[in-house]
């Protein structure tokens, strides 16, 4: 007979842990129901007749049109970039991967913002192009080109990252036997690289295709007008701009429905990990012209991630800092960031190891994803579509969305969030209770001292990592706050449209120097912080 779980692993009940599980994925689930529930009444309470008519079939098609552009162009650029970086050996290269690595945290109005500072009317290349030749380079970054361009940035840097984990990961033995076949740079891909990466592919497509399909800043900043306008900035629009509330609804209904169907699609794929250990340095180079055109690629790929974020951190830390910081709505702004920011990371941290050391009590397979699946919500629910769902709700129980919206944007950012921390928490949570069920349960110990002397070490650096992710995420949202947000509430990246739509560009790129240079040490600092405190408590 097959041995269950609990007996390959015989932890001691731990039924707290269980009903802290089971309630946070109930009003995880309950939250969502809600939502849907408040969108689909306020969709059947208004007449037909009396409904905007809505382009929906151009908004789903320039939607997943560009989604879909920027899932394999990303997955192209990742490939290699990835390829080049396993390759290559040169003083730097933990950097030029730690660049990588920061784009999953890179707010992607400041990569926009970037973008322009670049290749706009008034950016560098354009001011070097009319020094040298005397002309103006019409460079067409705004529309789906500048779209594109962006979400590749971040993405594309997303994906080299997670497929050089993979390439590293090639077992010594391998090489080694490859090396003395004396493969050819093409035959090494095909036989060895490909094998490698291809489970991870059809994952990281479905990841990237949803960020892109459920893209707001990027598409609001770059977009150029309505013909490249995404459902997520139409649901905006028509709530902000037009407050047309069935077209919304309606727009939302869509999204969710689109969503959902890629969220059970990717169901299947192999799994992506939010936690990448450290680089292993391989023996193995090339040589001549794939080693040429790995420099290439590489240069290339930095020049373009890096240009742009230098950009923001010459020009914003400029001559317009200093009016910036005497304006009291930066000083409002700011506070409400850190503070938001704050309270989603250490929800999100809460939420997620609730939700997994719940999973890891129990070796019933119908318990573990009923409590894992909730989690997940937000792929469903796009930040957009929770907020406005939301908002319907406060203003149809009489609550001034006012005095809601600041508990709303906590804890929607924590949402946003929360797929990531449960799936770098949850793996190595389940492996300790696999590896030291029996220890735990010989020593007697109980819940708390389990989690203090035992979890806690081994996952310390990894809750860092969900802290930071999760405070990144907060602090360059711009979806639930655009909905919620008021001349007297507002956050860095919301003061930053405003700014833009004002004209006070010189504001716009301080406030992105500061949200950028706060995301690098958050992403840096914070996992450090962690590990030494779990380290010390080792």
Not at 239 to 253: E, P, Q
Request: with cysteine; charged share 10%.
């Amino acid at each position: 007979m097959k041995r269950s779980r609990r007996s390959n692993s015989p932890l001691p009940p731990r039924p707290l842990r269980l009903l802290g599980g089971t309630g946070v994925a109930a009003a995880i689930a309950g939250l969502v129901v809600l939502v849907l529930w408040s969108i689909a009444a306020a969709a059947s309470a208004e007449p037909a007749a009396a409904r905007t008519p809505v382009d929906v079939r151009h908004l789903l098609a320039m939607t997943t049109i560009q989604a879909g552009l920027t899932t394999v162009l990303s997955l192209l650029v990742g490939t290699a970039l990835a390829w080049a970086l396993n390759r290559l050996r040169f003083p730097g290269r933990d950097l030029a991967v730690g660049l990588f690595a920061s784009a999953i945290v890179t707010p992607g109005i400041v990569v926009a913002f970037g973008l322009l500072a670049v290749w706009g009317r008034s950016g560098w290349v354009n001011a070097a192009w009319q020094a040298l030749f005397g002309a103006p380079l019409d460079v067409p970054i705004f529309g789906l080109g500048g779209i594109l361009a962006a979400h590749v940035l971040l993405d594309g840097a997303f994906a080299a990252r997670v497929l050089l984990g993979r390439l590293d990961a090639i077992p010594m033995a391998r090489l080694k036997t490859g090396q003395s076949l004396a493969l050819t740079p093409w035959t090494r891909f095909a036989v060895l690289d490909w094998p490698a990466i291809r489970g991870s592919l059809p994952g990281l497509a479905a990841i990237i295709f949803l960020l892109a399909f459920t893209s707001f800043p990027i598409v609001l900043l770059l977009g150029g007008g309505p013909a490249n306008q995404t459902l997520e900035v139409a649901i905006y629009s028509a709530v902000r701009l037009d407050f047309d509330l069935n077209a919304a609804v309606l727009l939302a209904l869509v999204q969710i429905g689109a969503c959902s169907l890629v969220v059970l699609a990717a169901a299947g794929f192999g799994h992506v990990p939010a936690s990448l250990g450290p680089v292993r340095q391989q023996r193995w180079s090339d040589r001549g012209w794939a080693q040429l055109a790995q420099w290439v690629v590489l240069g290339l790929g930095v020049l373009g991630f890096a240009l742009p974020l230098a950009a923001i951190l010459v020009d914003g830390f400029g001559t317009g800092l200093g009016a910036l910081l005497q304006r009291p709505t930066f000083w409002r702004s700011a506070a409400a960031s850190l503070v938001i920011a704050s309270l989603s990371a250490a929800l999100t941290l809460l939420l997620a190891l609730a939700l997994g050391l719940g999973r890891a009590a129990s070796a019933n397979p119908v318990f573990r994803t009923g409590i894992g699946v909730p989690s997940y919500a937000y792929l469903a629910t796009p930040a957009v579509v929770l907020a406005l769902g939301i908002f319907l709700f406060v203003r149809n129980s009489g609550i001034s969305p006012d005095a809601a919206a600041p508990v709303v944007v906590v804890i929607a950012n924590a949402l946003l969030a929360l797929p990531f921390a449960v799936a770098t928490l949850g793996p190595p949570l389940d492996a300790i209770a696999l590896s030291r069920g029996r220890v735990i349960r010989s020593l007697a110990l109980g819940g708390w001292r389990q989690f203090s002397d035992v979890e806690w070490p081994l996952v310390g650096r990894d809750a860092g990592l969900v802290v930071a992710l999760a405070f990144c995420f907060s602090l360059g949202d711009l979806g639930v706050i655009a909905l919620f947000g008021t001349q007297d509430f507002a956050t860095l990246p919301l003061l930053m449209v405003r700014s833009l739509g004002a004209y006070r560009t010189n504001d716009a790129a301080a406030i992105a120097a500061i949200m950028l240079s706060l995301t690098i040490l958050a992403f840096v600092a914070i996992p450090r912080l962690f590990g030494a405190i779990a380290h010390a408590r080792a």
